[in-house]
């Protein structure tokens, strides 16, 4: 016979995946039933619904004797861990019993010793699997099923099993002393019918006061996505929902998104009232354009889905990505991300959501607050990278919303193969845009770079920005961009430390409210093409601006702005500081720096009262223009000009009387000419000659 015992234990393992068979049995059986086997699927002894099948080798005498070849087949597909394994009850069928008078030829003797053998080897790798005491102590013996029944199974102080109650346990390693339930697995999991329930551990901080709690209720404080089996693979929309959801039951949480699992999410993500997202990974850091689709821990966003948030919520440490986008993306690339929808969405009547330390790439906008949102209050937006067409909307943004560190770059073009003009570095959208209503809104050290408009505030109100920087691709200078667009009926506006660079227009103040000043406080532009600062409609206070470089003006103050008042600003490189297009435009300047007389200032404006007595003069102006023939010793409201030094003008003949509120030299009175000048200063009650010009 060739059948034979070989040096190995008797058993196959195999991964089945929805498959019926057939699975080989690599060694000989002696019973053509699968009576010799024993068949285990997923840790389950499985008794019926499959068969053995084999090639007989049969004795001397032709009687049936062993089967090798062997396989058993399923009745329906299996998937898991399916073990075969020889399973021999010793015995001696009748085939065996060898006839008195004959001689026994070497075939049924080797079929009896490999029949012996083999029951040998199951027994021996069964062994192998057994709890064993050491080698020269003695073996130890089970109390009986009605001591041992529903208890743990403990040692007594020498080594000899006893059954203990579960208030009886007290080994630290398990419970400390806290189990207190019958089992530590009931009930137990359909798919895990041998895990430990959390539930019925305990856990012990270290430290004092310190309190016993469940290992269950200590893990979840924080919660993993892959708790509701979110993968890496295939669409995760729904868990993720789920688990969001679960949180919200609860109150609200952290949902964790390990740094292993990369998801896609094909649909709306509503994130419901104090639910976090947070990646495990902390921050997302210095952004690498060349190995951000490497990153782990993404979310990945297909056409037409997105973020939305509410009250509370946020997201933390994501990077959220449009499906498919490239980051060696050119011009042509970009201009189609206009159809990309938005990343995150902040809904309506939606308080202190918040989105820290994430990246958000190849999208039309990245963060808005929903159309026709009419109230989203304490919005937090801070740390965060950016490259979309658009990057963050707000819309009446009540209560105090912050804006703080956003970049707003080319991440996705900048490792591209150059295109003319820097081409690919553009983006056509605004990159940080404040409209309609905003309440106390502050934006701190915000930057962008390549987008057409850098920052825009449309109707807002007493929105500050601190250290905000807008630059642009050099080589496009001229195609219109703006830094600092300020329109609408935005009041009460203040630019503090802010700069623009490489703009056709720096600055724009464009306001059509009746309230509120736009105030630029050391403020800074260099290389802008048409004009560093332009002045369209509404009122300016421009102080402490830094302007250097290009052929523009520092200042253009259109024909129908209101007043500016330009005070303190260095002008010196520029060709012209400050260009009115009508002198009737009320523009105040003093305490500026020029190069030179030349390029100081064009047209600008003259403060022209007619003679009258008292003289009408506006409150504001410290210079003017009087025009007229006839005589005035009264100046109006003198308390206006407390402190100040005013500047008289003369066009023609006009007697200057001392009397009423006027102290001339001497007391005697002053007749002026064309040209003439008298030079006042005012204590708030009476004006007082400091000097007079005459020609």
């Not at 009748?94 to 010793?113: L, S, V």
Request: glycine share 10%; aromatic share 10%; proline share 5%.
């Amino acid at each position: 016979m060739t059948a034979n015992i070989a040096n190995a234990d008797r058993f196959v393992h195999y991964t089945p995946n929805n498959s019926t068979g057939p699975f080989p049995v690599p060694f000989p059986v002696f019973d053509p039933t699968g009576a010799d086997l024993e068949v285990t699927l997923n840790g389950q002894v499985v008794t019926s619904g499959w068969s053995f099948t084999g090639t007989l080798e049969p004795g001397f005498y032709g009687a049936p004797n062993t089967w090798v070849n062997g396989s058993i087949s399923f009745d329906a597909p299996i998937s898991g861990s399916l073990y075969i394994e020889g399973n021999r009850a010793p015995r001696r069928p009748a085939e065996a019993q060898f006839a008195e008078g004959r001689g026994i030829p070497a075939r049924d003797h080797n079929t009896e010793y490999n029949t012996l053998t083999a029951i040998c080897r199951e027994i021996w790798q069964r062994l192998k699997r057994t709890v064993r005491v050491p080698l020269g102590e003695a073996g130890v013996t089970l109390p009986p099923l009605s001591a041992r029944a529903g208890k743990y199974l403990g040692f007594d102080g020498a080594g000899n099993p006893v059954p203990l109650q579960p208030n009886q346990v007290n080994t630290p390693d398990l419970s400390d002393g806290a189990v207190t339930d019958p089992k530590v697995f009931d009930p137990p999991s359909p798919s895990h019918p041998d895990a430990v329930r959390a539930s019925k551990l305990s856990f012990l901080q270290a430290g004092t006061d310190a309190v016993y709690r469940t290992v269950q209720d200590k893990l979840r404080e924080r919660v993993s996505v892959k708790d509701f089996g979110v993968t890496s693979s295939g669409d995760q929309y729904i868990r993720y929902q789920n688990a969001c959801n679960e949180l919200s039951s609860l109150g609200g949480g952290t949902l964790v998104i390990p740094h292993d699992v990369n998801s896609v999410i094909d649909g709306i993500l509503n994130i419901p009232d104090n639910v976090v997202l947070e990646y495990e990974g902390g921050l997302v850091g210095h952004i690498d354009p060349k190995n951000i689709l490497n990153r782990q821990g993404k979310i990945i966003l297909p056409s037409g889905a997105r973020i939305t948030l509410n009250n509370g919520s946020g997201l933390r440490g994501l990077v959220i990505i449009r499906d498919g986008i490239s980051f060696t993306s050119s011009s042509a690339q970009v201009a189609a991300w206009a159809t990309n929808g938005d990343a995150v969405v902040i809904n309506n009547l939606t308080t202190d959501a918040f989105v820290e330390d994430c990246g958000i790439f190849g999208f039309a906008q990245a963060i808005r607050s929903a159309v026709g949102a009419t109230n989203v209050s304490r919005t937090r937006l801070r740390r965060l990278q950016i490259d979309c067409v658009s990057g963050v909307l707000l819309e009446y943004a009540y209560d105090i919303p912050y804006v703080e560190e956003v970049h707003c770059w080319p991440f996705c073009s900048v490792g591209a193969p150059g295109e003319p003009s820097g081409a690919h570095l553009l983006r056509a959208g605004t990159a940080f845009y404040f409209g309609a209503v905003n309440d106390w809104m502050k934006v701190l050290n915000c930057f962008n770079y390549g987008y057409f408009c850098g920052f825009r505030i449309k109707g807002g109100g007493n929105i500050t920005l601190i250290s905000c920087g807008s630059d642009y691709v050099p080589d496009q200078i001229s195609d219109g961009s703006i830094g600092f667009l300020i329109d609408g009926q935005s009041t009460e506006t203040t630019l503090i430390a802010c700069q623009a660079a490489a703009r056709h227009v720096g600055f724009y103040v464009n306001t059509t409210s009746p309230h509120g000043t736009v105030s630029m406080q050391g403020c800074s532009s260099w290389e802008c093409d048409d004009a560093h600062i332009l002045l369209e409609k509404g009122r300016a206070l421009i102080q402490g601006h830094r302007a250097r470089g290009g052929n523009s003006n520092g200042v253009l103050v259109y024909a129908g702005f209101e007043k500016a008042v330009i005070v303190g600003n260095d002008f010196k490189e520029l060709n012209v500081g400050i260009y009115q297009q009508s002198s009737t435009t009320k523009v105040y300047e003093k305490l500026n720096t020029y190069t030179n007389v030349a390029t100081r200032k064009a047209n600008l404006y003259k403060a022209t009262v007619a003679v009258a007595d008292p003289l009408p003069l506006d409150g504001e102006s410290e210079s003017f223009e009087i025009t007229g023939t006839g005589g005035f010793g009264n100046i109006n409201n003198p308390q206006d000009y407390t402190g100040k030094t005013l500047v008289l003008k003369f066009t023609d003949t006009v007697t200057v009387h001392s009397g009423g509120n006027m102290k001339l030299k001497d007391n005697t009175n002053f007749v002026a000419g064309a040209d003439d000048i008298l030079v006042l200063y005012s204590d708030g009650s009476f004006f007082y000659e400091v000097s007079r010009s005459t020609n």
